[in-house]
């Protein structure tokens, strides 16, 4: 302020101007300087050479799908996690018509004599549904998606009939090994049909888990849920680690180290269990369970084994999915106005 005061006096000794000393005169000039409106990068853009850009992007193909935006959105935001909102929905559902997965009951050793082979009951086929058409019909959304989009896949890389031709062999290889581990764990077993079931590369993925099992209960053996008016078809009741467990044998093309990989089958595994506790064909009570992953090449089979606390939150999920079903049948019921 000083110099500019005495700027002012030099002025008036000059007798060419009439400065008045005002506040606000010494702060003119940066005011108009700061009111000045700065020019945004944007209008320097030629805005004809971008409307051209936008719309050869928008022209080009091929048309954009669910697995594309994925993985643009992936790039762009980073994954999506929902396991977070999945579990808040799932603690916030309660099944509305509750029954025990466990028999108070029933004692937790089986009763079997040295002489008696495991329990191999036929499934009777009829109206009731199985465990596996429930699953089926009550996929999620994104379960359904992911489905279909592998599906489409197969189809375009095989076409329709090797596809087909796929799948057949898919069962095929799944009955196969079924067959040879029900042949390898019953007792009249002999080490020539063992060493022949060593051939197969599911055989020898599940070797090391074959050793810890013992006390075979059943085999392929049917189950019905008299209560919550179900049926099933389970591969084995067996001993684990001394835990009897329903195991379930499963074969894979890659692997699934984690039992979230196995999708529904934690819930297949419980379903059987709670008819095993409340079928009168059975007289123990399975409170473990164990899913096998096998694979084709040999390597070793990935087990899942499943303690009493997982298998009671798996059973709280299999009841919303078998209300799920229920209503669904109801609803489908309901003749539609005409």
């Known amino acids: ?81 929902k396991q977070k909102a999945l579990e808040r929905e799932q603690r916030a559902r309660v099944p509305q018509n509750w029954f025990p997965i466990f028999n108070e009951e029933r004692n937790v050793k089986p009763h079997s004599s040295a002489s ?32 279909e989009r592998w599906k489409q896949r197969m189809v375009r890389e095989l076409g329709e009939d090797g596809f ?36 197969c590369g599911y055989i020898k993925s599940v070797q090391h888990i074959l050793k810890e099992i013992s006390g075979v209960q059943a085999l392929e053996s049917a189950v019905q849920h008299e209560a919550l008016k179900y049926v099933g078809l389970l591969d084995c ?7 009897l467990c329903v195991i379930d044998w499963k074969t894979s093309e890659k692997p699934k180290p984690f039992i979230r990989d196995t999708y529904d089958n934690p819930l297949q595994v419980v379903a059987y269990m709670g008819a095993v506790n409340h079928d009168t064909h059975y007289s123990f009570q399975v409170q473990c369970g164990l899913i096998v992953v096998a694979y084709k090449d040999g390597s070793p ?5 499943m303690d009493e606390e997982l298998c009671s939150k798996y059973w709280t999920k299999w009841l919303l999915r078998l209300e799920e079903y229920t209503e669904k049948q109801k609803n489908q019921s309901i003749p539609k106005p005409d």
């Open 237 to 243: 009741v067996a001993e684990y680690h001394g835990k």
């Open 1 to 81: 302020m000083k110099p500019f005061l005495t700027i002012c006096r030099r002025l008036r000794s000059l007798n060419r101007f009439s400065v008045k000393s005002s506040p606000l005169a010494s702060f003119s000039t940066s005011l108009y300087l700061c009111g000045q409106k700065k020019k945004s990068s944007y209008e320097a853009v030629d805005q004809a050479k971008y409307s051209r850009l936008v719309q050869s992007v928008l022209s080009r193909g091929p048309v954009q799908t669910p697995e594309s935006l994925f993985q643009e959105d992936d790039i762009l935001y980073g994954p999506v996690s």
């Open 116 to 147: 008696s082979g495991p329990l191999k009951i036929p499934l009777q086929r009829n109206v009731t549904p199985s465990v596996t058409r429930i699953l089926q019909q009550t996929m999620t959304p994104e379960q359904s998606f992911f489905l």
């Open 164 to 199: 087909a031709e796929y799948t057949k062999n898919i069962f095929f290889q799944g009955k196969q090994f079924h067959e040879a581990l029900e042949s390898i764990l019953s007792p009249q077993e002999n080490l020539k049909g063992t060493e022949e079931h060593l051939q």
């Open 301 to 305: 089979a990935h087990p899942h084994f």
